[in-house]
């Protein structure tokens, strides 16, 4: 017991004695394991915020949630409008046709908001929507920041429309983008008749499962009249997506988990051998001795891992630190800026990482345990 001790002293100050006497080397083998463990956490987080920001937008939204977009009918073209041909679906669930005018309304906080004209067919979804036994007024503006039944005097172009403010349903965000929204009637709209319209269906179906037949018998449908420019989304759609996001980085972690173990073996290996070969005779005198090849093989494992683990948590708290820098500058949310709410740079969630890079430490320090099989008479002499 006591010469493993004294075993297990020796080699500690012989490790510290290589670092006092070669900083460089950990230096340099200290910076290139952060910079890569850096570089990876990086990937690692973009992937999960993407996966986390597809599974919020499935959720504000709700699997059962379809918008279909198309440019207006022109005065050439001959085909039904969307809301005639889709009219059916009004039967299936909440099923709002409008038109989106190409023209903000002016309010009197000088704030812009979209227009939207809705006709006979809208009417029984908005009152579901907005949960009203009947319509509350031909014009009304759907709006944050304003109390509830205000009268708000907004301007369109070059005429005044006296709107009661309403609170927004959450799912009106797939059309407001956030943003105000002023629900006038088709009858009250045709002033606007000069302007280009977009037409939109917004439909929640009654069953989520049943709205993927629903989407696809509305694309066939939508081909077989001539509708060649359309936009159809939801968030059932997005499932695939967020399979994809996930597939993806699964196969980015495999590649760059291999590179980065790659470059951590050869680095680590060679300064491994490097100072292995400038002590070969010491370590040959100190077998002699009866010191074991194993304690040898032990210390250098010690010494990578040691190096690996600290570089590790150096690299997460640089990650911490330019996390808002980095992933604001990509386009992410405000919110998964924040790590206080999510943290993607958690040691249990990197084990992979620190997984890999035991193994890497491992790995490089093969050739030693292949020159520590020399026998003891060979290298002396």
Same mark, same amino acid.
């Given at each position: 017991?006591?010469?493993?001790?004294?075993?297990?002293?020796?080699?500690?100050?012989?490790?510290?004695?290589?670092?006092?006497?070669?900083?460089?080397?950990?230096?340099?083998?200290?910076?290139?394991?952060?910079?890569? /463990?850096?570089?990876?956490?990086?990937?690692?987080?973009?992937?999960?915020?993407?996966? !986390?920001?597809?599974?919020?937008?499935?959720?504000?939204?709700?699997?059962?949630?379809?918008?279909?977009?198309?440019?207006?009918?022109?005065?050439?073209?001959?085909? @039904?409008?969307? /809301?005639?041909?889709?009219?059916?679906?009004?039967?299936?669930?909440?099923?709002? @046709?409008?038109?989106?005018?190409?023209?903000?309304?002016?309010?009197?906080?000088?704030?812009?908001?979209?227009?939207?004209?809705?006709?006979?067919?809208?009417?029984?979804?908005?009152?579901?929507?907005?949960?009203?036994?009947?319509?509350?007024?031909?014009?009304?503006?759907?709006?944050?920041?304003?109390?509830?039944?205000?009268?708000?005097?907004?301007?369109?172009?070059?005429?005044?429309?006296?709107?009661?403010?309403?609170?927004?349903?959450?799912?009106?965000?797939?059309? /407001?983008?956030?943003? @105000?929204?002023?629900?006038? @009637?088709?009858?009250?709209?045709?002033?606007?008749?000069?302007?280009?319209?977009?037409?939109?269906?917004?439909?929640?179906?009654?069953?989520?499962?049943?709205?993927?037949?629903?989407?696809?018998?509305?694309?066939?449908?939508?081909?077989?009249?001539?509708?060649?420019?359309?936009?159809?989304?939801?968030?059932?759609?997005?499932?695939?997506?967020?399979?994809?996001?996930?597939?993806? !980085?699964?196969?980015?972690?495999?590649?760059?988990?291999?590179?980065?173990?790659?470059?951590?073996?050869?680095?680590?290996?060679?300064?491994?051998?490097?100072?292995? !070969?400038?002590?070969?005779?010491?370590?040959?005198?100190?077998?002699?001795?009866?010191?074991? /090849?194993?304690?040898?093989?032990?210390?250098?494992?010690?010494?990578?891992?040691?190096?690996?683990?600290?570089?590790?948590?150096?690299?997460?708290?640089?990650?911490?630190?330019?996390? !808002?820098?980095?992933?604001?500058?990509?386009?992410?949310?405000?919110?998964?800026?924040?790590?206080?709410?999510?943290?993607?740079?958690?040691?249990?969630?990197?084990?992979?990482?620190?997984?890999?890079?035991?193994?890497?430490?491992?790995?490089?320090?093969?050739?030693?345990?292949?020159?520590?099989?020399?026998?003891?008479?060979?290298?002396?002499?």
């Amino acid at each position: 017991m006591r010469s493993l001790i004294l075993i297990f002293v020796y080699l500690s100050k012989d490790i510290l004695k290589r670092w006092l006497e070669t900083p460089g080397a950990v230096f340099a083998r200290v910076l290139i394991a952060i910079s890569l /463990s850096l570089l990876f956490l990086f990937m690692q987080a973009g992937f999960v915020l993407t996966e !986390r920001a597809v599974e919020k937008k499935i959720e504000s939204f709700g699997l059962n949630t379809m918008i279909l977009r198309s440019t207006g009918l022109s005065k050439e073209e001959v085909r @039904p409008s969307l /809301s005639q041909l889709l009219s059916s679906l009004g039967e299936m669930g909440i099923y709002i @046709p409008f038109s989106s005018l190409y023209v903000n309304a002016q309010l009197s906080s000088e704030k812009r908001a979209k227009v939207v004209i809705y006709n006979d067919h809208s009417i029984p979804g908005l009152n579901a929507l907005m949960g009203w036994d009947r319509l509350q007024g031909p014009v009304f503006l759907a709006a944050y920041g304003y109390p509830e039944a205000m009268v708000e005097r907004v301007k369109v172009w070059n005429f005044f429309f006296d709107a009661e403010v309403v609170k927004p349903p959450s799912i009106l965000r797939f059309i /407001s983008l956030n943003g @105000p929204l002023l629900f006038i @009637p088709e009858s009250m709209a045709s002033v606007f008749n000069q302007f280009s319209v977009q037409e939109s269906v917004l439909f929640l179906s009654d069953d989520s499962v049943d709205l993927v037949d629903i989407i696809e018998i509305t694309e066939a449908l939508l081909k077989k009249e001539g509708f060649d420019r359309y936009e159809l989304s939801s968030p059932i759609k997005w499932i695939g997506k967020l399979d994809g996001v996930r597939d993806l !980085r699964v196969k980015a972690q495999a590649i760059g988990g291999g590179f980065v173990g790659l470059l951590i073996v050869l680095i680590f290996g060679s300064i491994a051998v490097f100072e292995y !070969r400038q002590n070969i005779f010491a370590t040959a005198l100190f077998k002699s001795f009866g010191l074991h /090849s194993i304690h040898l093989i032990l210390r250098y494992l010690v010494e990578g891992l040691l190096l690996l683990f600290l570089s590790f948590l150096g690299a997460v708290q640089l990650a911490e630190v330019f996390h !808002r820098f980095v992933f604001k500058k990509a386009g992410f949310d405000s919110e998964f800026l924040n790590l206080a709410i999510f943290n993607p740079y958690e040691i249990s969630g990197n084990l992979y990482l620190l997984t890999l890079l035991g193994f890497a430490s491992l790995v490089s320090i093969l050739p030693i345990c292949i020159a520590l099989r020399k026998p003891v008479g060979r290298v002396l002499g």
